[in-house]
């Protein structure tokens, strides 16, 4: 079965500090992969998807950015932190492009202070 | 490209019934439906795609109307492993965002004993 590992869990971050969050992926290869971030009452909003590597398309322009540098492995960076890149961070892959469901990673808890 | 849910929120007795709603404003190829517990990564549910499907798992069912970009989750006789918050995810039917799933903001369900 498909399953993605995720870390860090939770990390406290300063305003201004980087961010790496890193996920991997088990059970499938070639996965479509995406980051969605998660706020208090905001549902889950789509950060970055990638159907390979190398190949990230941005859904919100903000201080994020994303990487695929092998087929089963997601980074999630930012340069300087702010206090809303606070939240819970998900990372979801799918084998397919269409019409199959997506298998989340544990997830990861930021809080920018 | 953001689905709408309705309502926000629910609260039934065990053993009660509940209708949650998904919509959107553009053409949908597919719907996902997740439930997510407190702190946790969601889980999928069920996924319905273009021709006006239905699909039930045990008391949980759900349906698509792709006329009117529409989907509806039913929950029958719930039970108290019910609560949690759920959320639907849709994707658009356009060749250049085909994969990327959106979700809504989520319908919170409590179910009291």
């Known amino acids: 079965s498909q399953t993605i590992h995720q870390w860090p869990a939770t990390l406290v971050q300063p305003v201004g500090s980087p961010l790496s969050l890193e996920c991997t992926v088990e059970g499938t290869s070639n996965p479509n992969l995406y980051w969605y971030r998660q706020a208090a009452g905001r549902g889950l909003q789509l950060l970055f998807y990638s159907v390979g590597i190398g190949q990230i398309s941005s859904e919100v322009p903000q201080n994020l950015s994303a990487s695929r540098p092998q087929d089963r492995q997601f980074i999630l960076s930012s340069k300087k932190l702010l206090l809303s890149d606070s939240g819970f961070y998900l990372c979801?892959?799918?084998?397919?492009?269409?019409?199959?469901?997506?298998?989340f990673g544990e997830g990861s808890r930021l809080t920018v202070l | 490209q953001q689905p709408v849910q309705s309502p926000q929120a629910v609260i039934l007795r065990e053993g009660e019934d509940a209708v949650i709603n998904c919509s959107s404003s553009k053409a949908l190829y597919s719907v996902h439906w997740y439930r997510q517990k407190h702190g946790e990564a969601p889980v999928f549910l069920m996924i319905?795609?273009?021709?006006?499907e239905q699909k039930g798992h045990d008391k949980i069912s759900a349906s698509f109307n792709e006329k009117k970009q529409q989907s509806s989750l039913y929950l029958t006789a719930s039970q108290l492993s019910y609560s949690g918050t759920y959320f639907c995810g849709t994707e658009i039917n356009r060749g250049s965002t085909l994969g990327r799933l959106y979700f809504g903001r989520g319908t919170q369900l409590t179910v009291w004993p």
């Open positions: 319905l795609l273009k021709g006006g």
């Open positions: 979801a892959g799918r084998t397919g492009v269409i019409a199959g469901e997506l298998f």
